[in-house]
């Protein structure tokens, strides 16, 4: 069965069960262990879930090692997000309908989120993701259970259209993945280039299509300066590789975080064509912060191995977790989102300081931009030392 028909299968069969059940009333004070819930992909490649669970772990440690939540420990229960929405929807009933957990640290793609929103309002459980940055997810009517505490696209369609302009690109084309991870980003980026660049073709493609030469020949045949590319590893690995062969190294591309965690290593054609043309943008922390570099260094020490994109906004999720549950002082869905907005105010953590808007998102973000190049024998992602800062409009 292909993924989108289970996935409405599922939807279909357990939303209408669940949506009206009755909210139990608020417990008081907190059980003896406070249970928080995770989703994320368990799968060692890419290595991106993985290594945002050793964040989550990490920030348990250092919690339960300092007393836990007034005196209570802290365990977590994992369920693999699986790589489609339905898998991601099943992890998350799972932990409430057969754990009872009252909030959930993952869910680290927008897709996953847009899936498991309604649910999750409908049984009273905030989620807080490190990673899902569509700018849809606010727009849901469910949108208040959410809590993101990595920038959403709001912000990085800001700072690639700002890129853009800096780099006096006057004819711009658009290639994203039809997803409201790719279309979000698209939208707010081609609404900042008004009056500043043409846009001459925007394409959305198809992330589980093997070839996309019609896409970028439709491309090439506009002569663009400058092509915008939002997409995940897996596709941009074929997009990059085949515009390669197509000869559009000669085209300047402007690529997002997506791409950043792409294991370049069984990837050499798209890594060659990345190192001639492509520049990208991604979520990076403060790195003259004391706590990021605390943070930094006691993930080096616990696993051997520096920590990779967005571990510093799960820790971050998990840490404001932890403290909204001790404001909220009742392992309790509704109270843990109405104390999240309180922690969430100005909160000095691992990925800079996070204020959190009415609807669970990120006020904030800062972005470094990266390049490929050839280091030893290897291609490897490699930061510019460039930033861009951007703040919403209130």
């Known amino acids: 069965m292909r993924a989108a028909a289970f996935f409405k299968m599922i939807t279909a069969v357990v939303l209408p069960v669940l949506l009206f059940a009755c ?22 490649a890419p290595a991106r ?28 229960l994992v369920e693999d997000e699986g790589s489609t929405a339905a898998t991601s929807l099943l992890a998350v009933h799972k932990l409430i309908s057969e754990n009872n957990v009252q909030v959930i640290l993952g869910c680290t793609t927008s897709e996953a989120v847009m899936g498991a929103g309604q649910y999750l309002a409908s049984k009273g459980v905030p989620l807080v993701s490190p990673s899902a940055t569509s700018t849809e ?14 920038p959403d696209d709001s ?10 302009k800096d780099r006096g690109f006057k004819k711009v084309a658009t290639l994203v993945q039809d997803t409201s991870y790719g279309r979000g980003i698209e939208e707010v980026a081609k609404e900042f280039l008004k009056g500043r660049a043409e846009v001459v073709i925007s394409v959305r493609y198809d992330r589980a299509k093997l070839s996309y030469f019609s896409e970028l020949n439709a491309i090439k045949d506009k002569k663009p300066d400058c092509v915008l590319h939002v997409g995940s590893y897996e596709d941009s690995a074929v997009v990059y590789r085949q515009a390669g062969e197509l ?26 064509f990345m190192e001639k043309a492509v520049t990208g943008t991604v979520p990076v922390p403060d790195l003259q912060s004391d706590v990021y570099k ?14 990779t994109v967005y571990c510093d906004t799960t820790y971050d999720g998990m840490n404001l977790i932890a403290l909204a549950v001790k404001q909220a002082n009742s392992y309790y869905g509704a109270g843990i989102r109405d104390a999240l907005l309180t922690a969430g105010k100005d909160y000095h953590g691992a990925s800079g300081t996070i204020t959190f808007d009415q ?18 024998t290897q291609y490897q992602f490699v930061m510019t030392g460039e930033s861009v800062s951007f703040l919403k409009p209130k």
């Not at 003896?32 to 368990?42: F, H, N, Q, R, S």
């Not at 208040?144 to 505490?149: A, D, M, P, S």
């Open 23 to 44: 909210a139990a009333p608020p417990p008081q004070g907190l059980p003896p262990e406070i249970a928080i819930g995770c989703v994320m992909p368990t799968a060692a």
């Open 49 to 76: 879930g993985p290594n945002l669970i050793k964040a989550a772990q990490l920030a348990i440690m250092q919690i339960n090692g300092h007393g836990g939540i007034a005196g209570k420990k802290l365990t977590w």
């Open 137 to 150: 997810i606010s727009r849901q009517s469910w949108s208040r259970w959410i809590f993101r505490t990595s």
């Open 155 to 164: 912000l990085q369609g800001g700072v690639v259209a700002k890129l853009i």
């Open 247 to 272: 000869g559009m190294d000669n085209i300047k591309w402007i690529a997002v975080d997506g791409v950043y965690d792409m294991p370049l290593d069984r990837y050499i054609e798209a890594a060659k």
């Open 294 to 307: 605390n943070f930094n260094s006691d993930y080096k020490s616990a696993y051997n191995f520096a920590p």
């Open 359 to 376: 609807i669970g998102a990120r006020m904030a973000g800062n972005y470094g931009v990266w390049k490929v190049a050839m280091e030893g």
